[in-house]
């Protein structure tokens, strides 16, 4: 959703004061709080797949990093949970129980 309006807002921004308004991408589907920032930082930060921009304490301890902090938002990285292995004596393929 944010790719589109920063599609819109890209042309708006650069006439207006040059800030984008991008809504917040903590990962609550009820969250629509908007983020304001400025077009350079919205470019550096998005520059970077992983990360995403969130309101001040909407990150999520135990998924997110954050790497930035300003009075407006946090920029936050997911944390990537690494593949569990596959047992050598278990075919790739074998289907297994959790139970």
Same mark, same amino acid.
């Given at each position: 959703?944010?790719?589109?309006?920063?599609?819109?807002?890209?042309?708006?921004?650069?006439?207006?004061?040059?800030? =984008?308004?991008i809504?917040?991408?903590?990962?609550?589907?009820?969250? =629509?709080?908007?983020?304001?920032?400025?077009?350079?930082?919205?470019?550096?930060?998005r520059?970077?797949?992983?990360?995403?921009?969130?309101?001040?304490?909407?990150?999520?301890?135990?998924?997110?990093?954050?790497?930035?902090?300003?009075?407006?938002?946090?920029?936050?990285?997911?944390?990537?949970?690494?593949?569990?292995?596959?047992?050598?004596?278990r075919?790739?393929?074998?289907?297994?129980?959790?139970?």
């Open positions: 959703m944010n790719a589109e309006i920063e599609k819109l807002g890209r042309s708006l921004a650069s006439i207006s004061d040059e800030t =984008f308004h809504v917040c991408e903590c990962g609550d589907l009820a969250c =629509f709080q908007l983020i304001a920032l400025a077009i350079v930082d919205c470019e550096r930060i520059a970077d797949d992983t990360l995403f921009l969130v309101n001040p304490g909407h990150h999520r301890a135990k998924l997110h990093d954050v790497v930035e902090r300003t009075a407006r938002y946090h920029v936050v990285r997911k944390r990537v949970r690494e593949p569990v292995p596959i047992d050598d004596h075919k790739k393929d074998e289907v297994v129980s959790l139970s």
